[in-house]
């Protein structure tokens, strides 16, 4: 499977965005995808994933401004994210994986996508 990031963008403090993870090249409704963040000299973190069933899992710092969701029809994952903090700033990453389930770590992850830059301004 393919994976394309779409949707960063430069945004002010407390604005939102929404970020689109497109598929294709396989049957992306039985992918667990989840998306990381990397921030310039940082190491790649997690930020949230959602299982093919549609439960979902974020990371703490997150959790409460982001929303992960799926349109199976379109083969597309979406990361909304809300309440936008200078900290967000990162270049977003989307990864899929089949098994059993979702996982926090990038290494459990087979396919990636190119990456999206997401910059809040203070």
């Known amino acids: 499977v393919q994976l394309q990031a779409y949707g960063g963008g430069l945004v002010q403090a407390g604005d939102s965005l929404r970020l689109s993870c497109v598929a294709s090249?396989?049957?992306?409704?039985?992918?667990?995808v989840a998306w990381f963040r990397q921030a310039p000299g940082k190491e790649r973190a997690f930020v949230g994933y959602?299982?093919?069933?549609?439960?979902?899992n974020y990371a703490e710092s997150v959790k409460g401004r982001f929303t992960l969701s799926r349109d199976s029809a379109k083969n597309t994952v979406y990361l909304q994210m809300t309440s936008l903090r200078p900290e967000d700033t990162a270049v977003y990453y989307c990864?899929?994986?089949?098994?059993?389930?979702?996982?926090?770590?990038?290494?459990?992850?087979?396919?990636w996508g190119q990456g999206t830059q997401v910059t809040v301004s203070s």
């Open positions: 090249g396989g049957t992306f409704r039985r992918y667990h």
């Open positions: 990864a899929a994986r089949r098994g059993i389930g979702g996982s926090r770590h990038g290494e459990d992850y087979d396919y």
């Open positions: 959602i299982k093919s069933t549609g439960h979902t």
